[in-house]
């Protein structure tokens, strides 16, 4: 199965700022079958990127995700105060369709 | 719009069998998608655990695949997951959602395995 790793575990910014979150898979993911979602405490996953650039339907363009083969990105330019939760990224190439394991955004 | 809502039941006995399902609103099941269940034990990550197609064929994850049953009943707008001898290792929330890239998903249900 394809092993998707994201780092940092942690990141800790201020609002306002800019967030790279990484996402590595273990071997290519085919037609850039990526996608990141977002999670705040108690909710189901909420969807943000597919197609590794993509945004879903209703999410600001302050998202933004890039990346191709093994090394894709998630990047929120700006930062706002309700950004501060968990994301992860998922692979739906190959299945079983893994997710990675996740970063956790916290205000610093 | 297409809704989807969990049901089962909250609490488990370890070495029975959990049954779970999602009833799909606002689509047809016959038009296609794949129907998905992931879990997500508690302070944990995601874990896909498989889907079926509306014709019925099914993939599930093989690190569960010996314990794990997807169905779909197109009659109801229903599909489900059956999964047995259950452990601790279990215990989870357990979200339906829809397709390869997952656009909507149930509000998911907490199922504790406990004697």
């Known amino acids: 199965e394809i092993v998707l790793t994201q780092s940092p575990g942690t990141l800790s910014l201020s609002p306002g700022e800019r967030a790279t979150l990484s996402c590595r898979a273990s071997?290519?993911?085919?037609?850039?079958?990526l996608a990141w979602y977002q999670q705040k405490p108690g909710q189901a996953p909420r969807l943000l990127i597919y197609g590794a650039s993509n945004r879903a339907t209703g999410i600001p363009d302050r998202f933004g995700g890039s990346g191709s083969g093994t090394d894709f990105t998630l990047t929120i330019s700006r930062l706002e105060p309700e950004d501060f939760v968990v994301y992860f990224c998922?692979?739906?190439?190959?299945?079983?369709?893994?997710f990675g394991q996740g970063t956790n955004l916290e205000i610093k | 719009q297409v809704q989807l809502q969990e049901s089962g039941p909250g609490l488990v006995k370890p070495s029975e069998t959990v049954s779970l399902t999602c009833t799909v609103s606002?689509?047809?099941?016959?038009?296609?998608?794949?129907w998905v269940w992931v879990r997500q034990p508690p302070g944990k990550g995601l874990e896909w655990i498989g889907n079926?197609?509306?014709?019925?064929?099914?993939y599930s994850n093989p690190s569960l695949k010996s314990r794990v049953t997807i169905s779909v009943d197109t009659s109801k707008n229903q599909f489900s997951l059956k999964l047995i001898s259950v452990t601790a290792a279990d215990t989870a929330v357990y979200y339906c959602t829809k397709g390869y890239y997952h656009s909507v998903w149930g509000q998911g249900t907490l199922v504790t395995v406990s004697s």
């Open positions: 606002g689509y047809s099941f016959s038009s296609g998608y794949h």
């Open positions: 079926i197609h509306h014709t019925g064929n099914t």
């Open positions: 071997q290519s993911v085919g037609g850039n079958s």
């Open positions: 998922q692979q739906y190439d190959e299945s079983p369709y893994t």
